[in-house]
């Protein structure tokens, strides 16, 4: 294969991977997209949508194309297999993120770095923290309507756009994670329609002023953007791992602790080797 075709399903894995992370719980769209080195170029494309159009869409078409076979795809997952085993491969998505943070943190510090810099990292990093832990403490259940599924795709733009912020954490605690997962796998347009266009409607919304943000504020915006990372993938600790090894959790997984713990501990390992090994990937064949 040529170098160009490459490029190209890379962008289709990197749109599968962000989609994917868009509805994994813990996880966010928009850290992986920072990740895969595309959110600056999503921000200026939606916040400047007629600048270079058809070179844009040149450029989103295989990202778009993953994007929507990555939710589809592991919805079928959800439905099927991932609930007594979400614990065990969400630790595969924390190593996918932990091997990329340096990067992240070489990136973020492109411009330099001041003591407010730091201050701003750790600051967002608490307050996601604390927000994704004790969230479910505040939102209450909601019943599934077209309106309630326009603002649960709201939520994944939002994903999109504040790299770290979870939406599937907050559907699930809103009650609507696993009728989402079950509505797209089995290609249920009353609920396909109201996501996308909430979703839709949010990003072009709100990219225009996280593009402004990034623009005069960068050193700024990007520790920001690097302590929701470190506070999502701290947060998904609490929420997501710890309960599968309690009685319960072990039990439903049909695993003792140890061997839960070494599954565990294999997939964080095969998730960050896998990112240092797309990385090494991207970087010699990325056209960007």
Known sequence: MTSRTIDWLLR???????????????????????????YDRILAFFSHITQDFMKNVWYFT?????????????SFFVEKAFGAYEGLFTCLFIGFVAGTFPSLLKQAGKEGRQTSDWVMMAGSAVVLFLLMVFGNSIFGNLTPSFLVWMLSGALIGLGVIVPGMSPSNFLIYLGLYEPMS????????????????????????????????????????????????????????????????????????????????????????SGTLFSLWFSKIEAKYSQD
Do not use: W
């Not at 509805?23 to 920072?34: D, E, K, N, Q, T």
């Not at 295989?62 to 592991?74: A, N």
């Not at 266009?197 to 520790?223: D, E, N, P, T």
């Not at 470190?230 to 039990?251: D, K, M, N, Q, Y």
């Open 12 to 38: 289709v894995v990197k749109g599968a991977l962000i989609g994917i992370g868009g509805i994994l719980p813990g996880l966010s769209g928009g850290v992986l997209a920072v990740i895969f080195g595309i």
């Open 62 to 74: 295989p990202v778009g194309i993953g994007f929507v076979l990555g939710i589809i795809i592991f």
């Open 182 to 269: 079950a509505g797209i796998s089995h290609f249920d347009f009353s609920v396909i329609i109201p996501l996308t266009l909430g979703a839709v409607l949010c990003v072009l919304l709100l990219a225009r002023v996280a593009f402004i943000l990034m623009q005069k504020f960068y050193s700024k915006m990007y520790h920001f953007i690097l302590g929701t990372v470190i506070g999502s993938s701290l947060a998904i600790f609490p929420t997501v791992v710890f309960p599968a090894f309690s009685a319960e959790g072990l039990s439903d997984m049909g695993l003792s602790f140890l061997p839960a713990l070494l599954l565990a501990i294999i997939m964080f390992i």
